[in-house]
């Protein structure tokens, strides 16, 4: 079990999140405990409808839990007006889906730049960083390529490169490779490592593939409204969930598997 002196970046206490439809009343997480250290690279997974996209919306303060709460670096997020929420979010978190919501009449530089456009930063800083980022997700040679004009996998690393304009502290995606093969998916989680490593991002992926969470140091399984580790009794998920949790089984654990593929993981590492 891992013994972290600092304070994580992130803290869920006690999360709930309820929707009502159709005059009843739905529980997609129940008081839900997770800790995120600053550089974590963790993978969450569980089947549809277990709440992992909710857990990061609400993660990323794109919704409000219906109790409990969220700390980052110490202060309840949630306790701020929503424009002070929103102003955090735009500095502090970095956000790529499934579909990577590219602007389709801009080139990649353009719509890398977009966030630093939209915050008034100076033009010249704004082009110098945007090349610098295409270039650390390596599509230097794609600067002036509309999304039209390249490859899904290429159109995503765009994504990533726009999310992380603003420096945050915190990236999060969902289902990021869900519209991919398995060797360009792979090719993209390798990617997210080496920029883990360079850049000290912590990172949180929603993903149904246990292929590639599979490559992520913390793997964690929601499951009835709750998180688990991937493995029970996983020493690198000890200081993240309640003791409690930690020896589990989820209800489902064959929905979880995957035979691996190491030649295509290997070979996406190696051409990432």
Avoid: C
Wanted: glycine letters at 8%.
């Amino acid at each position: 079990m891992n013994d972290h002196s600092e304070r994580p970046l992130v803290e869920i206490h006690n999360l709930t999140k309820r929707f009502t439809h159709r005059d009843e009343e739905l529980t997609v997480l129940e008081e839900l405990d997770l800790d995120v250290y600053k550089g974590d690279r963790i993978a969450i997974m569980g089947p549809s409808g277990a709440g992992k996209s909710t857990l990061l919306q609400v993660m990323g303060t794109l919704d409000e839990p219906t109790s409990g709460e969220v700390l980052f670096d110490g202060d309840a997020i949630f306790e701020r007006d929503s424009d002070a929420i929103a102003d955090f979010r735009n500095r502090e978190i970095g956000f790529v889906f499934q579909f990577h919501h590219l602007l389709p009449e801009f080139t990649a530089r353009e719509n890398v730049m977009m966030p630093g456009m939209i915050a008034r930063m100076a033009r010249g800083e704004v082009e110098d960083r945007a090349e610098h980022l295409l270039e650390m997700v390596g599509l230097e040679e794609r600067l002036e390529h509309q999304p039209g004009e390249l490859s899904g996998g290429e159109q995503q690393r765009v994504a990533i490169a726009r999310a992380l304009f603003m420096e945050p502290r915190l990236l999060l995606t969902d289902e990021l490779t869900g519209n991919l093969d398995l060797k360009t998916g792979a090719g993209i989680h390798a990617m997210l490592s080496d920029l883990n490593e360079e850049t000290g991002v912590t990172i949180v992926v929603v993903t149904h593939d246990p292929r590639l969470a599979e490559q992520m140091p913390i793997k964690l399984v929601l499951d009835d409204g709750g998180i688990l580790p991937f493995e029970p009794g996983d020493e690198q998920v000890g200081d993240r969930i309640p003791e409690s949790q930690l020896y589990r089984e989820p209800t489902n654990p064959r929905q979880l598997r995957a035979d691996s593929n190491e030649d295509v993981w290997q070979e996406a590492q190696e051409s990432a």
